[in-house]
């Protein structure tokens, strides 16, 4: 290896920031979607897996919409590696716990995962003929929201606590309280696991200087069941499009965001024991988070 230990050149910011008339589009296009979250929610012939199929589809298409006004290009590379071990998975049959596990550097994780659980090379290396409604971990009051007539409005078009319970209530997400203990959440998206994929973003929050990646929650790997497979992504890049240092800034720029997808773990051997104590669940932690590093630098 020779040169800097960074990101890669290839990725990352390509031009200014964006102007206001670009980010006023973003916030149209997610009042537009937090309409149809809304009517989601006020349908009571959907039954539940009807409800989280359309409110997976909403998100995505979404996600899609939103990247494309922003100017965000994604490019997804699946290792070499990942078909062979899924299809001896049978991932494509389902019935063994999936649990994704992105990096997490700004708020434009969200979007670009949404487009990856679509791309046609992650489907073809699953073994999945489309994309599956997944079961996220989400903090509650992640979006923030202005003062407007004496009420707080996100983004979406509501308040974050109707927000949040949408997420809970429409899109089947684990809700964690920021100001609670998480054991009883992990435990509420353990369960959600044996019929949907899961999304842990295991860092807890996002980096704040632009080579750096948290430490992993261990914690989580406790409550992990042993028999799931953990799914590395590393979004290489996306942190030169929004810089979270000064907090609370809108400097977003278009570029390229280029997602890693590293072959998948078996958590039923070393990795997730039966019986696990706070050495192996920081081991776990510790792999899970060189794999992050060597795939995101």
């Keep these: 290896w ?33 309409r149809t979250k809304k009517k989601l929610a006020a349908n009571t012939e959907l039954n539940e897996t009807a409800r989280h199929a359309l409110a997976w589809q909403n998100w995505t298409d979404y996600a899609n919409d939103a990247l494309d006004t922003l100017g965000i290009e ?14 001896h998975l049978n991932f494509g049959e389902g019935g063994v716990p999936i649990l994704f596990s992105p990096t997490h550097r700004n708020l434009l994780d969200h979007l670009v995962f949404y487009h990856v659980l679509q791309h046609p090379e992650l489907l073809s290396a699953m073994g999945w003929e489309r994309t ?33 319970r949408c997420q809970k209530e429409v899109d089947g997400y684990v809700m964690l309280d920021r100001s609670g203990p998480g054991r009883y959440t992990t435990r509420e998206m353990t369960t959600a696991m044996e019929t949907r994929p899961g999304v842990i973003y295991a860092m807890g929050t996002t980096s704040a200087f ?27 890049g996306i942190y030169g499009l929004w810089p979270r240092c000064p907090m609370g800034n809108t400097n977003l720029s278009s570029g390229k965001v280029e997602v890693y997808i590293s072959p998948p773990i078996v958590g039923e051997t070393t990795l997730l024991p039966r019986r696990r104590s706070l050495r192996v669940q920081a081991e776990a932690a510790a792999l899970l988070q060189a794999i992050h590093i060597g795939a995101l630098f």
């Design 2 to 34: 020779r040169g800097t230990f960074s990101e890669y050149t290839h990725v990352g910011k390509s031009g200014e920031k964006l102007g206001k008339s670009r980010l006023a589009a973003w916030v149209w296009r997610s009042v537009r979607y937090g």
């Design 74 to 87: 994604v490019d997804v590379k699946v290792d070499p590696e990942f078909g062979r071990i899924a299809k």
């Design 132 to 164: 599956r409604p997944c079961s996220i971990l989400s903090k509650t009051g992640l979006i923030p929201g202005i003062r407007l007539g004496g009420r707080t409005i996100n983004m979406f078009g509501m308040s974050g606590e109707r927000f949040d």
């Design 210 to 236: 632009d080579l750096q990646s948290l430490p992993l929650q261990h914690g989580m790997f406790a409550l992990i069941p042993p028999d799931s497979v953990i799914v590395p992504l590393a979004y290489r």
